[in-house]
């Protein structure tokens, strides 16, 4: 997929440029009008500058541990109800480091979205920045090691704030005229095509789909190096972030209901095997979620299974070991999810057989008054579990900003509709299966009449459901 460059360049050295008048109208980082953005507490000025430091020394370790543990006890501690110091007012601590003030600014609307609500410029120069960050990852010469789960936390965030984007975009009832004519004025901000574009440019710029074949005959050890690059001295930055991108358009898809498509951008990456995103668990538990999402839109119930299954075993035997973690949440919400998604997959294609007794267990405990109504055909327990287990679905265009009506659930009511009509092709189904349960044989013409249904519509099931159980239906 081609990709637009823009005249962003350069590479670690390069420094940064103060812009106290930012692109769409006044300073993106000015949350409250009483909040100093140019100030920058000891606390601050020391992590930047220890922060910045292991970046140019390379020092994962340490790297790791001011990013998962110090950003988010300053964060609570300071920043609990404000934004962090604007990255023009740290940048003369860090050598005006322009790449490391990129990665500041990307730290720093993150904080915004995850604490505070982001205006409208906010969204917009989170945009800008990423746009520049993956310009110069792409185009320049950026010689850093990164954790993984910093650059999953950047493909993750990105994907995030565009679905954030589509959604907010949509709800025209509360906008004021200033933020219809800067979404009219700037439609290139959050396109579907710049996502699409970017996460794409990664992989092929990283050529990370022929390294993970060359991996597969040991020609390369990028899975058995975890994706780092120590003994060379090289950066794992943009290999890591292309891998992590197949994961990205595989989410990307799914949220625009393109699910072959999605699970088609997925097969360089095995999920039934360990690798570089295993060892991410957010990576791990996003790539197998949609993946089972994606399974079961498209009637492959099985596979969503198993995979299902799987997953959730590695859940339960690890969640205690992220309590700490500011995932935590985040990980016990798609656990949930993920039990719904299997409820839903064992109630419209019966395989318990594939479920491990533990992960039964639990389905058991959460889900299982549910599934006893979902197999009497209860379409409203279908309905209720796919909106709590279905992603935010988007809408990627622009929506006609002189009806001043929301759309944003315009996609999910679509998805809602397709998922239903293909429970009630598959309840009758489960009448066969529950008819089927009280003969060894039974002529079609008998069996149409219980059912309330011509012979060829019954049929047109026959197949499906001797090979599904392997009962016989005489043709008499």
Known sequence: MAYESSSYGGGYDDSYEERPELRYGRDAEQQEPDYDTNFVPDAVQSFVVYLYRYIREKNVYEILQMYELN????????????????????????????VFCLLYRELWFRHVY?????????????????????????????????????????????????????QYRAKLKTKTEQELALLREYADVW???????????????SNIIQI???????????????????QGGGSNVLKVLGYFSIVGLLRVHCLLGDY??????????????????????????????????????????????????QILLIIHKTKQDHQASSQFQQI????????????????????????????????????????LRMQRNDEAVFDELFSFACPKFITPSPPNYDELVNYNQ???RLQLKLFLSEVRQQQLLSSIRSYLKLYSAIPISKLASFMDVDEPTLRLYEVCVVKFAGWKVSSS
Not at 212 to 230: S, V
Not at 278 to 302: D, E, H, K, P, W
Not at 351 to 365: F, I, M, P, W
Request: aromatic share 12%; hydrophobic share 40%; charged share 20%.
């Open 71 to 98: 950003f988010q006890k300053l964060s609570e501690r300071m920043f609990k109800q404000s934004p962090w110091p604007a990255a023009e007012a740290i940048a003369p601590y860090v050598d005006n480091d322009h």
């Open 114 to 166: 995850a604490r505070l609500t982001p205006t409208i410029t906010q969204r917009m120069d989170s945009w800008d920045n990423y746009c520049s960050l993956f310009q110069i990852i792409l185009h320049g010469n950026v010689n850093m090691q990164l954790p993984n789960q910093w650059l999953w936390d950047m493909i993750d965030e990105f994907i995030y704030q565009f679905q954030s984007f589509c």
């Open 191 to 205: 396109n579907v095509y710049g996502v699409l574009n970017y996460l794409q440019a990664l992989i092929e710029k």
């Open 212 to 230: 993970l074949e060359d991996d597969k005959d040991g020609g390369t050890n990028f899975t058995a190096q975890n994706g780092y690059d120590f």
């Open 260 to 309: 072959y498509c999605g699970l088609k951008c997925l097969l360089p990456i095995d999920i039934h095997q360990p690798g570089v995103y295993s060892n991410v668990v957010g990576c791990q538990i996003t790539t197998v979620y949609y993946y089972v999402f994606a399974n079961l839109m498209l009637r492959r119930y099985v596979e969503a299974i198993k995979a299902c299954n």
């Open 332 to 371: 016990l919400k798609k656990n949930e999810q993920l039990y719904a998604l299997l409820a839903i997959c064992l109630s419209l294609c019966p395989q318990g057989k594939l479920v491990d007794e533990t992960v039964n267990s639990q389905l058991r405990e959460k889900q299982g008054e549910k599934m």
């Open 410 to 412: 315009d996609a999910y």
